[in-house]
C-alpha cells in the first residue's frame, strides 16, 4: 500500500497514484459523491487504481479501513494515505492458531495501531479486531484517546483482563457495542460491569459469552434496565434461568439472545416466567447459548422460535429426539449451528423442517476422541440436501464419508460457495470402497461454480488437487491436511485458481518445489501457510531471495535438526520484515 502526496481533498495530482488517462475528469464534488455510496473496501480499492483524481478522492472519502493481514502494511502507512478513517477492522495471527500451533507470544498486538491511530483519527469510532493481543494498557488508551468512540469487537482475541474492560466501561461514554466473542482472557471477573455510569445508557450491543468467570449479576441487570435501545445480548453460563427472565423483562427489543445456563431447579412459578418472557421476544432474529439444555427445559424457548433465522447450538449438546421438537418451531432458519451428538437422526429432521436453511455447521462433541462411534456420517448430509435446496455454506466435521454421498450433494446443492468437509479420522478413505475421496472433492470443484472455500480431508491423492485447479476458478480460500501425494497436487492448485487468496497447507508431502512454484501467486494472494510438511530452510530461503516483496517467517520446533522448516508463514507486505518478531521466529 504505498501513500499518496498529501493533497486537498479535491486535489487531482498525486506523484504515487496510478498514471493519468486523457479522458476529462468527473468534476471532484460529483466524484466525491458517487464514492461516498461505495462500502465493499475491495470496490473500493479497485476504484483508487482508475486514475489520479479517482485515487485522491477515494483516499478522502474512505472512512472505513479492512486490513486482513495487520503485518501486510504498517500504521504510519495506513496513516498517511487515508486521513479521515472513522472504522477499522483489523486481523492478526494465522488462523491456524486457533488450533494452538502458534506459541501464544508470536506477535500480532494491536498497541502499536493504537498508538498511531491516537495521534491521526481522534475521531475514530469503531474498531473490529480478530485474533489480535489486546493487552489493558491497550484498552486504556483506547478508552482515553478517542472521545467519540462507539463500538469494539474482540473476537478470538487474548491478552486483556477485567482491568482493561473497567477503563472501557469507565470512559467510553457513547459506546454502543461490546463484542467479546470466543476471545481468552486470564483474569476477568465481573466487577467491570459496575464501572459503567450510572447515567449510561446507550448501549445496543453486549456480548460476554466468552467470559468464563462469575459476574455481577445486579450490576448487569441495572445496565440493560438503563440501555433501553438494547438490541444484543449474550451472556455466559453463570446466568441463570431467572437471572435471565430478569434480563429479557428490561430487554424487549432483542433481535439476537444468548442465553445462560439451564441446569437450574425452577419452580413452577418461575417455569411460568421464564416461557412468559420467551414468549415475549417478538423481535427475535438469533438464539445461542443453552448450556445445559435438557428435554425438561428446552421447550421454554419455543414460543421465542418463530422468527428465528439463526440457531446456534454449538454449546449445547443436544440428543436427536429434543433437536427434533425444537426445530419444529424454528419454519424460517437459514443458519444451523449444532454438536454432532444430534446423529443422523436429527439431522433427518433438519432435512425436514428447515427448508430455507442456507448454512449448516455441525461441530465435533470431542474431536480428540478417535473412538467416538457416534457422531453425524454421509447418512445425514444427504438428509440435509434433499430438504435444503438452498443450502450454499456447510462446515461439516464427521467419522466417515463417501464419494458416492458428496457426488450427490452437490447435485442437490449445487450453489455451494464454502464447502468445509472435516473427515476426522486422517487418511480415511471412502468407507464403503476403501478408495481414495477424489472423485468427492472433484464433483465438489466441477458442479459448484460459485466455490469460495474449500476445506478437504480425508484420503486423497494429486488428483484431487488437479480437479480443484481445474475447475474451481473462483476459490479463494483453500485449507488442507494430512492429504497429497507429491508437489504436483498444490502445484495444480496454485497454478489453476486464478483468485485464490488464501492457502493452509498441514502434515502434506509437498515440498521445496511445490513451495517454489508459486513464487509469483503469492503476491496476489494474503498469504500461505504450511506447517509438517516436507518444506526446507534452503527452499525458503531461495524463496525470500527471489520475492523480496513478500515476508517468509519460520518457526522451528523444539528440537529440530535446523534443516526443515517445520511452520512457513508467507504474506505480501509493503511494510517489509515485521519489527517485533519474537526470538524463535526466523524472517528470511
Known sequence: MDHPSEDSPSSSANSHGPTNHPQLPFPDEVLEKVLSFVNSHKDRSSVSLVRKDWYNAERWTRSKLFIGNCYSVSPEIVARRFPRIKSVTLKGK?????????????????????????????????LRLKRM?????????????FSGFKALSLSSCDGFTENGLKALASHCRNLT????????????????????????????????????????????????????????????????????????????????????SFMQELTPRQYEEVETAFSNCKNLEALSGLWDANSLYLPLVYGACAGLTFLNLSDAPLQSGDFAKL???????????????????????????????????????DPYDRHHRDGV????FLAVSRG??????????????TNAAVITIV???????HFRLCIMTPGQPDHLTNEPMDEAFGAVAKTCSKLKRLSVSGLLTDAS??????????????????????????????????????????????????????KLKYETMRSLWMSACNVTMKGCGILAREMPRLNVEVINDEGSDGSQADKVYVYRTVAGPRRDAPGFVLTL
Not at 459503567?196 to 441487570?221: C, G, H, K, R, Y
Not at 430478569?246 to 444468548?258: F, K, N, Q
Not at 418451531?329 to 446423529?343: A, G, K, M, S, Y
Open 133 to 145: 493481543t489486546v493487552t489493558d494498557e491497550s484498552l486504556e488508551l483506547l478508552a482515553k484517546s
Open 411 to 417: 447435485k442437490n446443492c449445487p450453489d455451494f460457495t
Open 327 to 365: 426445530l419444529v418451531h424454528c419454519p424460517n432458519l437459514r443458519r444451523l449451528w449444532v454438536i454432532d451428538t444430534v446423529e443422523d437422526k436429527g439431522l433427518e429432521a433438519v432435512g425436514s423442517s428447515c427448508p430455507l436453511l442456507e448454512e449448516l455447521r455441525v461441530f465435533p462433541a
Open 465 to 518: 488437487f488437479e480437479y480443484i485447479g481445474k475447475y474451481a476458478k473462483n476459490l479463494e480460500t483453500l485449507s488442507v491436511a494430512f492429504a497429497g501425494s507429491s508437489d504436483w497436487g498444490m502445484q495444480s492448485v496454485l497454478e489453476g485458481c486464478p483468485k485464490l487468496r488464501k492457502l493452509e497447507i498441514r502434515d502434506c508431502p509437498f515440498g521445496n518445489t511445490a513451495l517454489l512454484s508459486g
Open 177 to 260: 457495542e461490546l463484542d467479546i466473542q470466543d476471545s481468552i482472557s486470564e483474569d476477568v471477573g465481573g466487577g467491570w460491569l459496575s464501572s459503567f455510569p450510572e447515567n449510561f445508557s446507550s448501549l445496543e450491543v453486549l456480548n460476554f459469552a466468552s467470559l468464563n468467570s462469575d459476574i455481577s449479576f445486579d450490576d448487569l441487570e441495572r445496565l440493560v434496565s438503563r440501555c433501553k435501545s438494547l438490541r444484543v445480548l449474550k451472556v455466559n453460563e453463570t446466568i441463570s434461568l431467572d437471572q435471565l427472565q430478569r434480563l429479557l423483562v428490561h430487554a424487549p427489543l432483542l433481535t439476537e439472545l444468548g442465553t445462560g
Open 94 to 126: 494465522p488462523r491456524f492458531s486457533d488450533f494452538n500451533m502458534l506459541p501464544r507470544d508470536w506477535g500480532a498486538n494491536v498497541h502499536p495501531w493504537l498508538v498511531m491511530f491516537a495521534k491521526v483519527y481522534p475521531f475514530l469510532e469503531e
Open 377 to 380: 456420517s454421509e447418512s445425514g
Open 388 to 401: 435444503c435446496p438452498k443450502l450454499h455454506y456447510v462446515l461439516y466435521f464427521c467419522r466417515r464419508m
